[in-house]
């Protein structure tokens, strides 16, 4: 299985501020995923990032607000914009394991506050 | 709309107890994942479950698929306290010549007492 690390995993940011998110994965994956999850909830996709193309958002989710950079296959950021205390959560990145399975495999994750 | 469905979403056990979780999914797939994630912790891979039938133990866990009924258990046998974590079933509800899609359950809370 691939691993993920992020950077940084947890942050505290004053309100209208940005944040930038990084994922590195030890190998070249063609489809990496951004989730967000609010405290005790599920995981809801942001986006899907293919390296080469524009990241495909989720409905409720646009560039502006989660603009997502894919520059390479084992390297994404994904930014808060304009934050506000709503944006306060956890993001999580991840990324598709082998062909057969599907199964996505996850980051530690980073955990925002938005004060 | 698709739906995953999770219950229950809060189960409190004794260990040595057994006890079945049940994801229920209103889409057509074949495909399901069970994910376990401890308190401030990341997402780990339990299950993966590929076809019809499909049955997968590790541990004092089994997981089971039924296509056709569309639903998959998460079977806990003789608990410890170890297992408890919230659970999470996903569902490949990719459609054809689009974007690979997973739909999640809302995830239940396990808490095994000693």
């Known amino acids: 299985s691939a691993v993920i690390s992020q950077k940084p995993s947890r942050d505290i940011c004053q309100r209208g501020t940005s944040l930038t998110i990084q994922c590195q994965v030890d190998s070249q994956v063609t489809m990496m995923f951004w989730y967000r999850q609010q405290p005790g909830q599920s995981l809801t996709l942001i986006a899907t990032a293919n390296q080469g193309s524009e990241a495909t958002y989720e409905s409720g989710f646009v560039i502006d607000k989660f603009p997502i950079s894919r520059p390479n296959l084992t390297f994404s950021t994904l930014t808060v914009s304009n934050m506000s205390p709503e944006d306060s959560s956890i993001y999580l990145c991840?990324?598709?394991?082998?062909?057969?399975?599907?199964?996505?495999?996850f980051g530690p994750g980073t955990r925002l506050t938005v004060t | 709309e698709l739906k995953v469905e999770q219950n229950p979403l809060f189960l409190s056990m004794q260990e040595g107890k057994n006890y079945t979780i049940y994801c229920n999914y209103s889409?057509?797939?074949?495909?399901l994942y069970w994910y376990r994630q401890d308190p401030g912790k990341s997402l780990e891979s339990l299950f993966v479950l590929l076809s019809n039938g499909a049955v997968k133990q590790e541990g004092r866990l089994m997981a089971s698929l039924d296509t056709k009924a569309r639903l998959s258990t998460l079977h806990i046998t003789a608990a410890v306290h170890d297992l408890s974590a919230t659970y999470f079933c996903a569902v490949d509800a990719t459609p054809m010549d689009s974007n690979y899609q997973l739909i999640w359950g809302a995830g239940t809370k396990l808490i095994i007492k000693p």
């Open positions: 991840s990324v598709e394991g082998e062909r057969e399975s599907y199964e996505q495999y």
């Open positions: 889409t057509t797939s074949d495909r």
